[in-house]
C-alpha cells in the first residue's frame, strides 16, 4: 500500500473506533486534543485513513502501557520529527551519490581527454 492510499480516507467514525477498539466518542476526544486529525466531507463527516487507524493503534498501545495522553502527544510529535528528519537524510543520501557520480563522470571525461591530447613529442614512433 503506497503513502497516498495509506491517507486516503475511507472509514466513517464508527468503522474506525471499531478498527481501532475504542468508542467514537473517544475519537472525538483524540481529535479535539489533536493526536488525530480525521478528513472532512462536504457534510462535515469524518473519515479516517488506514494512516488514522495506524495512529489510533499506537495511540492505545502507548495508553495501555500506562503512558497519558500528554506523554503520547510528545511521543508523536517527536517521531513525526523523527520521520522528517530521516526523509531530509534519505535526500541527502541521494544528492551525494548524484554528485559523486557526476564527480566520477567529470574524473573520466578528463582522463580521456588526457589520453587523446598526447603532445606530438610524447607519442611513439
Not at 472532512?40 to 493503534?57: E, H, K, V
Not at 503512558?67 to 503520547?72: F, S
Not at 544528492?95 to 606530438?120: K, M, Y
Request: proline share 4%; glycine share 6%.
Amino acid at each position: 500500500m503506497g503513502l497516498d492510499d495509506r491517507n486516503r480516507p475511507l472509514y466513517m467514525i464508527s468503522i474506525a473506533a471499531e478498527l481501532a477498539g475504542v468508542h467514537p466518542q473517544t475519537l472525538r476526544s483524540y481529535e479535539q486534543k489533536g493526536l488525530v486529525t480525521p478528513r472532512r466531507t462536504s457534510g462535515n463527516t469524518r473519515m479516517y485513513s488506514q494512516a488514522d487507524i495506524d495512529r489510533l493503534n499506537l495511540i492505545n498501545e502507548l495508553t495501555s502501557e500506562g503512558i497519558n495522553l500528554a506523554g503520547v502527544t510528545r511521543i508523536l510529535d517527536l517521531q513525526s520529527r523523527l520521520d522528517e528528519r530521516e526523509s531530509e537524510v534519505e535526500d541527502l543520501h541521494g544528492r551525494v551519490r548524484r554528485l559523486a557520480d557526476r564527480v566520477r563522470e567529470l574524473e573520466n571525461r578528463a582522463t580521456v581527454g588526457a589520453i587523446v591530447h598526447v603532445s606530438p613529442a610524447r607519442r611513439l614512433p
